[in-house]
């Protein structure tokens, strides 16, 4: 491919990438539930065509930098060609997700913010009522995802590939099979701390015996503690007190949307249309734990694009590996589990129940995301029966009863929970480096920040591979995951 191409392909990619964006944030705010992303893409016939994409692969590299700068390039052709197949599906599905309202004893409840209603419920009938609604909602959009997962396994082989399993694995460089083995194993190795809290709080707290529980219950469960203990959450408070706490000074201005609507998205998403200029993140609290969790790993993949440089070229500027981002974002995310930042900016005294009532709440969360990887892939071998198996998995995962509903809900953005989950078993490691080379609360050291900044500033320039060569950690070694638990849980 000549250099041309490659320039044209930069310019062209970071236009439709701005635009997209733009788009999937007004969406998700609740400004716009009529997206076009059809007309969005119709200029861009020529970048869209499966020969550019094509050729790209065939792209000879001759160091690491241009083979990291070719795969985020794939990556993003890929999603964007794919997408192009079915923009009007999506422009359906996301319509239907951002304006489908229903009421509840005169309260009325947009579907994108239905399982956070579902955990403010106590009683039997109003929750039964939800989920029904709720259900018929997921099975208009069930139709859509179906046709939606059968273009992508189907335009997948204009792209050279037999599967869109196989696609994902290739550019994203992911072995799902091992991925897989290691959710199953962390499974199997939590299962009875994982039963016996359950069973133990299930019975204190609620009065239901674990035989008796369903998954609803036990989201409430590992909810509800917090409701009414924890302080209200401020976006703008919370990121300068990281910031003024971690040293950190991102040369992006970071601003914040935290307005609610009918039909934003739950907790908190990040954009990053201007990498290096500006990151806005979108807010949608709704009280509670998760406030904090959404939003710290949102501000996490956010300060992954603040220190970029703004005139650098679109891959190494927009683009992360996924997992690479999600590693940020879980690292940031999970100071909710450390006691001195939890008395510190929660003011709770971290009392040895508390902290194992939060430990199981992670560990629940961390066991639920296992279940959907080994459910996904599957999925996309072509299992049968997929509604029945999604419900049979998260039962053993939960030890609840579980709805077949969210079997194709819980999926997307498709093939997602394969960089979550290496994301979670690498987070471990990076904070366990952090801790051997700075502080127990690394988070309140300068040269840590000075760390993380030398990361990030390099943008996609850096990966995982990058970083498990240069630094020691990025296996897929689950050992520091599980020792999180029993630190805490026995």
Same mark, same amino acid.
């Given at each position: 491919? @000549?250099?041309?191409?490659?320039?044209?392909?930069?310019?062209?990619?970071?236009?439709? #990438?701005?635009?997209?964006?733009?788009?999937?944030? /007004?969406?998700?705010?609740?400004?716009?539930?009529?997206?076009?992303?059809?007309?969005?893409?119709?200029?861009?016939?020529?970048? *869209?065509?499966?020969?550019?994409?094509?050729?790209?692969?065939?792209?000879?590299?001759?160091?690491?930098? $241009?083979?990291?700068?070719?795969?985020?390039?794939? @990556?993003?052709?890929?999603?964007?060609?794919?997408?192009?197949?079915?923009?009007? *599906?999506?422009?359906?599905?996301?319509?239907?997700?951002?304006?489908?309202?229903?009421?509840? $004893?005169?309260?009325?409840?947009?579907?994108?913010?239905?399982?956070?209603?579902?955990?403010?419920?106590?009683?039997?009938?109003?929750? +039964?009522?939800?989920?029904?609604?709720?259900?018929?909602?997921?099975?208009?959009?069930?139709?859509?995802?179906?046709?939606?997962?059968?273009?992508?396994?189907?335009? @997948?082989?204009?792209? %050279?590939?037999?599967?869109?399993?196989?696609?994902?694995?290739?550019?994203?460089?992911?072995?799902?099979?091992?991925?897989?083995?290691?959710?199953?194993?962390?499974?199997?190795?939590?299962?009875?701390?994982?039963?016996?809290?359950?069973?133990?709080?299930? *019975?204190?707290?609620?009065?239901?015996?674990?035989?008796?529980?369903?998954?609803?219950?036990?989201?409430?469960?590992?909810?509800?503690?917090?409701?009414?203990?924890?302080?209200?959450?401020?976006? /703008?408070?919370?990121?300068?007190?990281?910031?003024?706490?971690?040293? /950190?000074?991102? !040369?992006?201005?970071?601003?914040?949307?935290?307005?609610?609507?009918?039909? #934003?998205?739950?907790?908190?998403?990040?954009?990053?249309?201007?990498?290096?200029?500006?990151?806005?993140?979108?807010?949608?609290?709704?009280?509670?734990?998760?406030?904090?969790?959404?939003?710290?790993?949102?501000?996490?993949?956010?300060?992954?694009?603040?220190?970029?440089?703004?005139?650098?070229?679109?891959?190494?500027?927009? /683009?992360?590996?996924?997992?690479?981002?999600?590693?940020?974002?879980?690292?940031?995310?999970?100071?909710?589990?450390?006691?001195?930042?939890?008395?510190?900016?929660?003011?709770?005294?971290?009392?040895?129940?508390?902290?194992?009532?939060?430990?199981?709440?992670?560990?629940?969360?961390?066991?639920?995301?296992?279940?959907?990887?080994?459910?996904?892939?599957?999925?996309? +071998?072509? +299992?049968?029966?997929?509604?029945?198996?999604?419900?049979?998995?998260?039962?053993?995962?939960?030890?609840?009863?579980?709805?077949?509903?969210?079997?194709?809900?819980?999926?997307?953005?498709?093939?997602?929970?394969?960089?979550?989950?290496?994301?979670?078993?690498?987070?471990? !490691?990076?904070?366990?480096? *952090?801790?051997?080379?700075?502080?127990?609360?690394?988070?309140?050291?300068?040269?840590?920040?000075?760390?993380?900044?030398?990361?990030?500033?390099?943008?996609?320039?850096? @990966?995982?591979?990058?970083?498990?060569?240069?630094? %020691?950690?990025?296996?897929?070694?689950?050992?520091?995951?599980? !020792?999180?638990?029993?630190?805490?849980?026995?």
């Amino acid at each position: 491919m @000549s250099r041309e191409t490659i320039r044209y392909i930069r310019a062209e990619g970071q236009k439709v #990438h701005q635009t997209l964006d733009r788009e999937f944030y /007004l969406n998700f705010a609740g400004l716009k539930s009529k997206t076009d992303i059809t007309g969005i893409l119709k200029p861009y016939q020529d970048l *869209l065509e499966p020969e550019i994409f094509l050729s790209l692969r065939e792209t000879r590299v001759y160091n690491e930098e $241009d083979k990291n700068g070719i795969n985020l390039l794939l @990556s993003f052709l890929a999603k964007i060609i794919l997408l192009s197949k079915t923009s009007q *599906l999506k422009d359906s599905i996301l319509d239907i997700e951002a304006s489908s309202i229903f009421s509840i $004893d005169k309260t009325k409840i947009p579907f994108r913010s239905s399982k956070a209603a579902l955990l403010t419920k106590s009683k039997k009938q109003e929750i +039964q009522e939800i989920e029904n609604k709720r259900g018929a909602i997921l099975s208009k959009l069930n139709q859509l995802y179906l046709r939606q997962y059968a273009y992508k396994q189907k335009d @997948s082989d204009d792209l %050279g590939f037999s599967s869109y399993l196989h696609m994902y694995e290739v550019i994203e460089g992911l072995n799902t099979s091992a991925l897989v083995e290691k959710a199953k194993e962390f499974i199997r190795d939590t299962e009875y701390i994982a039963r016996d809290l359950l069973k133990w709080f299930f *019975l204190k707290r609620m009065d239901i015996k674990l035989k008796n529980a369903n998954l609803t219950d036990m989201f409430y469960l590992i909810n509800s503690f917090e409701l009414g203990s924890l302080p209200k959450m401020d976006p /703008l408070s919370m990121a300068k007190a990281l910031l003024a706490e971690t040293g /950190l000074n991102p !040369q992006a201005k970071i601003k914040f949307d935290r307005e609610k609507r009918k039909g #934003h998205v739950a907790g908190s998403i990040c954009y990053t249309s201007n990498p290096g200029v500006e990151i806005l993140i979108s807010t949608n609290l709704q009280g509670g734990i998760w406030d904090y969790e959404s939003f710290l790993g949102s501000f996490g993949r956010g300060l992954s694009y603040g220190f970029t440089e703004r005139d650098d070229y679109f891959e190494y500027k927009y /683009l992360r590996e996924k997992s690479f981002l999600r590693i940020f974002s879980e690292l940031f995310k999970n100071l909710i589990f450390e006691p001195a930042w939890i008395k510190k900016h929660l003011r709770q005294d971290v009392a040895n129940d508390f902290l194992q009532f939060l430990y199981l709440r992670r560990l629940m969360l961390t066991r639920i995301l296992s279940a959907k990887l080994i459910y996904e892939i599957g999925f996309y +071998q072509g +299992q049968d029966n997929k509604a029945e198996t999604y419900k049979e998995i998260m039962e053993i995962a939960t030890h609840s009863k579980a709805s077949k509903h969210d079997y194709l809900f819980d999926i997307e953005p498709h093939l997602s929970s394969a960089d979550s989950f290496k994301a979670s078993i690498i987070e471990p !490691q990076l904070r366990a480096y *952090l801790i051997e080379n700075f502080d127990e609360q690394w988070w309140r050291v300068k040269e840590a920040g000075e760390f993380l900044v030398e990361i990030w500033r390099t943008g996609g320039r850096t @990966s995982i591979k990058n970083i498990s060569e240069n630094y %020691g950690f990025g296996g897929t070694d689950i050992t520091k995951l599980s !020792q999180t638990f029993e630190e805490v849980l026995g």
